[in-house]
């Protein structure tokens, strides 16, 4: 299942300046979950993660490191092309 992950951080949390989000904030490395994307939005300080898993709590390893310095919100999506979505 793909999973959409919002997480937002608040401005003096901001792990720019120690190490980047990756060392700080997420936890790329849990068997099971593949992270497909990221896309980062600077002025409101929240990163996008498009993850791959069958397993809820491999999200839950995945965003353990960010826990006291963000929020998240956790939404199942599908993906489907634009012929597909036409289509319809």
């Known amino acids: 299942?793909?999973?959409?992950?919002?997480?937002?951080?608040?401005?003096?949390?901001?792990p720019k300046d120690i190490g980047g989000f990756r060392k700080v904030l997420i936890n790329e490395n849990v068997d099971g979950l593949?992270?497909?994307n990221v896309f980062i939005e600077h002025g409101s300080h929240t990163?996008?993660?498009?993850?791959e898993t069958d397993d809820y709590d491999n999200i839950v390893k995945f965003l353990q490191p960010g826990m006291?310095?963000?929020?998240?919100?956790?939404t199942p999506v599908s993906s489907?092309?634009?012929g597909e979505i036409l289509k319809r």
């Open 68 to 74: 006291l310095k963000s929020t998240v919100s956790i």
């Open 34 to 36: 593949s992270l497909n």
């Open 47 to 51: 990163i996008i993660y498009v993850v």
């Open 80 to 82: 489907l092309s634009v």
């Open 1 to 14: 299942m793909q999973f959409l992950i919002t997480q937002v951080h608040e401005p003096q949390d901001c």
